[in-house]
């Protein structure tokens, strides 16, 4: 069983940063991957970053690179992702997931989600 809780999102105006956070509690130690996906009304989630368990494998979506990243502190069970100089189509509800084996570790396990506005 996996269980996930994403928080830090929020307003924010165009150009400014959040940090969003994942906390992923695992019953068995079996982690596998977590990413980072983002839904606006009508359609699909889309994927927007992934790291690997052990972190050494990271990527993120063309049209956030060089403006997101993703990171993780193993000791906490935490994922980021870091958003800096944010666009109003950034807005929209931003899911963590793990474990799965889709891209981006889709098909996983998902969290219920945090809010990001950009005005």
């Known amino acids: 069983h996996v269980q996930l809780v994403e928080s830090g999102g929020g307003p924010v105006q165009a150009g400014g940063s959040l940090r969003l956070s994942c906390v992923v509690l695992?019953?068995?130690?079996?982690?596998?991957?977590t990413g980072w996906f983002r839904q606006v009304p009508g359609k699909d989630r889309e994927g927007i970053a992934y790291?690997?368990?052990?972190?050494?494998?990271?990527y993120t979506a063309d049209f956030v690179e060089g403006r997101f990243t993703i990171s993780q502190d193993s000791a906490k069970n935490t994922v980021y992702l870091q958003m800096n100089s944010l666009e109003p189509n950034d807005s929209g509800t931003y899911y963590c997931v793990a474990d799965g084996a889709g891209s981006y570790c889709g098909g996983g396990h998902w969290g219920q989600g945090t809010q990001v506005t950009v005005s």
């Open positions: 790291i690997s368990a052990d972190g050494g494998q990271r």
């Open positions: 695992r019953v068995s130690d079996s982690k596998k991957c």
